[in-house]
């Protein structure tokens, strides 16, 4: 009953909290949107839509697909599809190869280190304590369509990202963005870094002080819907989910799991919770007022990235009860702010684009136990088998430098003092690689570098290829196959349960149309462009969606 009367008193309550606007006078849509509104949702499967499609209210997902522009055959390109990087590929319209955004994190050969994709040691923590806040895009190495429409202005347009997570929120906008606000799970805060400002605006620190994160940490997450009626899913407690701290059945009281969690962010255990994504909106809708978004003749951009779905699909998987009641809740979030948004700024001038970061697979206990081929790579064994068999080739030394998100590095500089062939090695690294149980695929940089692959895997891996940051031998598994189990796993396949994703136009001069053809997810920044009038980014391959412009 706690969790049903929140959607009923919450959003109602900021209605009252925050400052009245008068809504638009006239229907006739606007020359441009007023408002671009990006909804993006990491590890959002295609098929949670369809498949909940019974349960879902009339005024969230139905409301879109049912109005607007849907598109069904979208899919990422690359291999590496994961949050953050396809918020990059969303923005600047190309892959990895070109933005540079290959994975959450990469190994930096010269520096002998890992790279943090968001982190810039350059840049200060603005609203919370010191290393909570210290991201920015400096790793992003194309512009993005919102920078293409502030150089198109002399910057008069307003971009803002909004996520609790820093990396969606920064890289879903780009280099000239007016903010991107991150939630800090130590303090409870949204906060930013000093790439973007020098202090928090005042809007901002007074939704900080209302203390919402303190609601929902003291809140209980139960169904929304009687237990027997999530026909959906698996049953609510079964054998293939690890489950929050060993507990993977209904109710969980959010206080008392954060006693086990025994992290140092008081709040981290509302990342494991929809009621991150009820903050991220609710602060999402605080921006659009107190910025005026959408309240002039040029056009501005708000980026909302929903994350709890990525770290519920990692602990109970895409089958689960707790993925179910997530979709729902979800659908009800998501309508609140279309009511928002058309009643304050008027749907006639308003874009609403909507889409998953990346999907995600099923969980390999589950699908082994319907004896589909599926498992889990075995890194630390394969990896030391892998050095002991340079040691004999190669005599006695530190070949393999590092391992690192289904990639090999090299000791290049070993390879060069020894005036060894680096060719002649990374084929040798990749064939044995490639005898491992749950490998499907090898290919070294070499290849990728003198080959140019137009269909098939290989085709997507030098897609996610970067000379700078990528290894020396790429590896891909057989569909069903994961490299860990854990907290924050990381699912890469060039498989379609991973790539494909929902892509939905709404609002504005959106016509209803169902739009079958595929769709490449790099496809979106120029459409957007060529909506607006404005130049491409800069290193977009993408097309546009030539039934959404004509």
């Known amino acids: 009953m706690i969790l049903k009367k929140r959607f009923i008193v919450f959003p109602t309550l900021l209605f009252l909290l925050l400052s009245p606007v008068k809504p638009q006078d006239t229907k006739i849509p606007s020359d441009k949107p007023r408002l671009i509104l990006i909804l993006q949702v990491s590890q959002f499967r295609y098929d949670y839509i ?51 955004i290959i994975a959450r994190s990469w190994y930096n050969n010269l520096y002998d280190k890992i790279i943090d994709y968001v982190y810039d040691e350059k840049t200060n923590t603005i609203g919370a304590g010191y290393e909570n806040g210290r991201f920015s895009p400096v790793n992003l190495l194309a512009t993005t369509y919102c920078d293409e429409l502030k150089l198109s202005n002399n910057s008069r347009t307003k971009v803002i990202g909004i996520s609790c997570d820093p990396a969606p929120a920064i890289f879903s906008t780009g280099q000239t963005a007016n903010n991107a606000y991150w939630f800090d799970y130590k303090s409870g805060r949204f906060i930013t870094s000093s790439f973007y400002t020098d202090s928090l605006p005042s809007w ?11 609601i929902y940490f003291d809140n209980v997450w139960n169904t929304i819907l009687p237990l027997p009626e999530y026909m959906e899913s698996l049953p609510d407690k079964n054998a293939f989910e690890p489950g929050l701290l060993g507990q993977n059945v209904f109710p969980y009281i959010i ?3 954060s006693k086990k969690l025994r992290q140092k962010d008081k709040y981290d255990i509302l990342r494991y919770t929809p009621f991150s994504d009820n903050l991220a909106k609710d602060f999402a809708i605080t921006a659009i007022v107190n910025e005026e978004l959408g309240k ?3 056009t501005d951009i708000l980026t909302l990235t929903l994350t709890s ?61 319907h004896k589909i081929a599926s498992g889990y790579f075995n890194v630390s064994g394969n990896i030391s088998l892998l050095k002991s068999y340079m040691n004999n080739i190669y005599g006695k030394g530190d070949w393999i430098k590092q391992y690192h998100g289904q990639q090999i590095f090299l000791n290049r500089t070993l390879v060069e003092d020894a005036k060894l062939n680096l060719a002649e090695m990374q084929n040798n690294v990749a064939n044995l690689m490639l005898q491992f149980s749950g490998v499907a695929n090898t290919i070294t940089a070499t290849t990728l570098q003198t080959t140019n692959f137009t269909n098939g895997t290989f085709f997507l891996m030098q897609n996610g290829y970067n000379q700078k940051r990528s290894g020396d031998v790429l590896l891909n598994f057989n569909a069903g196959w994961a490299e860990s189990r854990g907290i924050n796993d990381e699912f890469a396949s060039p498989y379609g349960h991973d790539r494909r994703v ?40 993408g097309s546009p969606i030539l039934e959404l412009i004509e």
């Open 502 to 541: 929902p892509l939905i136009w709404y609002g504005w001069k959106i016509g209803r149309n169902a739009i079958h053809r595929a769709v490449d997810l790099t496809d979106i920044a120029p459409t957007i462009s060529s909506l607006l009038e404005i130049s491409y980014p800069n290193s977009a391959t």
């Open 309 to 369: 779905s990525e770290y519920i699909g990692n602990l109970f998987g895409p089958l689960s009860v707790e993925m179910e009641d997530l979709i729902l809740r979800m659908d009800k979030e998501i309508a609140h702010l279309i009511e928002f948004v058309e009643k304050n700024i008027g749907k006639e001038n308003v874009l609403i684009v909507f889409t998953g970061e990346h999907g995600v697979q099923h969980l390999p206990e589950y699908l082994g136990s």
């Open 50 to 100: 369809p498949r909940f499609w019974d349960k879902l209210s009339d005024d969230g997902f139905k409301k879109m697909i049912n109005r607007g522009s849907y598109c069904e055959n979208t899919s990422y390109n690359y291999l590496f599809s994961d949050v953050g990087v396809g918020s990059a590929t969303i923005s600047t319209g190309s892959n990895p190869s070109q933005h540079g």
């Open 255 to 257: 206080k008392d799991l």
């Open 296 to 298: 002039d003749e040029y």
């Open 204 to 214: 901002v620190d007074e939704f900080n002080n209302k203390k919402f994160p303190g």
